[in-house]
């Protein structure tokens, strides 16, 4: 089974604009039209990966070009699942940990917090990792993080703290509530944008179904 985890390219910080050009090619043996695009983005379009460079103070010298390949393919996740209302407030270490039933020990963790909700469809802000949530999050080793719900309205330095202890955070994922098994394969995908510490991505899930018995 396979899951695009991927939200429409959109965001709520820049802007997206794109003119097209047209190539006309032609030779004694073809014709066609390239179609040719220059395009402007911010860096908060869609999903997005945010590297700890994104946070000044806790850049560790790794951009879209030089992150290494093997931590975006096939990377073993673990599915963590809440139904949380909007408004709901603070996800704690207590919640995660019985929700799971245990610690997570894959380097990636996907936290789906908003049930089948995505996290347009809630009041911004309004349900949040807690710093014991954090704190649980990078005592288990998680190295990248994929969770519907990050900071409170009151920004209490979630990302500051994910960021210090080596984590990778991808916001604004869709489909969580799609993704139904415990573990999963986690492929993040991006161009290698020169200097970039945040940048849109494609992030997909897989998982084998189990057989059924004939």
Same mark, same amino acid.
């Given at each position: 089974?396979?899951?695009?985890?991927?939200?429409?390219?959109?965001?709520?910080?820049?802007?997206?604009?794109?003119e097209?050009?047209?190539?006309?090619?032609r030779?004694?043996?073809?014709a066609?039209?390239?179609?040719?695009?220059?395009?402007?983005?911010?860096?908060?379009?869609?999903t997005y990966?945010?590297?700890?460079?994104?946070?000044?103070?806790?850049?560790?010298?790794?951009?879209?070009?030089?992150?290494?390949?093997?931590?975006l393919?096939?990377?073993?996740?673990?599915?963590?699942r809440?139904?949380?209302?909007?408004?709901?407030?603070?996800?704690?270490?207590?919640?995660? +940990?019985?929700?799971?039933?245990?610690k997570?020990?894959?380097?990636? %963790?996907?936290?789906?917090? @908003?049930?089948? /909700?995505? *996290?347009?469809?809630?009041?911004t802000r309004?349900?949040?990792?807690?710093m014991?949530a954090?704190?649980?999050?990078?005592d288990?080793g998680?190295?990248?993080?994929v969770?519907?719900?990050?900071?409170?309205?009151?920004?209490?330095?979630?990302?500051l703290?994910?960021?210090?202890?080596?984590?990778?955070t991808?916001? +604004?994922?869709?489909?969580?509530?799609k993704?139904?098994?415990?573990? %999963?394969?986690?492929?993040? @995908?991006?161009? /290698?944008? *020169?200097?970039?510490?945040?940048?849109?991505c494609?992030?997909?899930?897989e998982?084998d179904?189990?057989?059924?018995?004939?």
């Amino acid at each position: 089974m396979i899951v695009d985890l991927t939200r429409d390219y959109i965001g709520s910080i820049g802007s997206f604009s794109q003119e097209t050009s047209e190539i006309h090619l032609r030779s004694a043996n073809t014709a066609y039209t390239g179609m040719i695009y220059q395009f402007h983005s911010g860096s908060m379009q869609g999903t997005y990966l945010d590297l700890p460079g994104h946070i000044r103070e806790t850049d560790d010298g790794y951009t879209a070009e030089s992150f290494p390949t093997e931590q975006l393919y096939r990377r073993p996740a673990s599915v963590i699942r809440l139904n949380r209302e909007s408004g709901s407030g603070a996800v704690s270490a207590g919640d995660l +940990e019985a929700a799971f039933a245990g610690k997570p020990e894959t380097p990636v %963790v996907i936290i789906n917090a @908003l049930g089948s /909700k995505n *996290p347009d469809q809630i009041e911004t802000r309004s349900v949040f990792l807690d710093m014991t949530a954090v704190q649980w999050l990078i005592d288990a080793g998680c190295r990248m993080l994929v969770s519907d719900i990050y900071e409170s309205q009151a920004l209490e330095g979630v990302f500051l703290k994910l960021f210090q202890a080596g984590i990778c955070t991808v916001c +604004e994922p869709v489909n969580l509530a799609k993704v139904t098994a415990r573990t %999963v394969k986690l492929t993040i @995908l991006f161009p /290698k944008f *020169p200097q970039l510490t945040q940048f849109p991505c494609r992030a997909v899930a897989e998982w084998d179904e189990p057989c059924r018995p004939l």
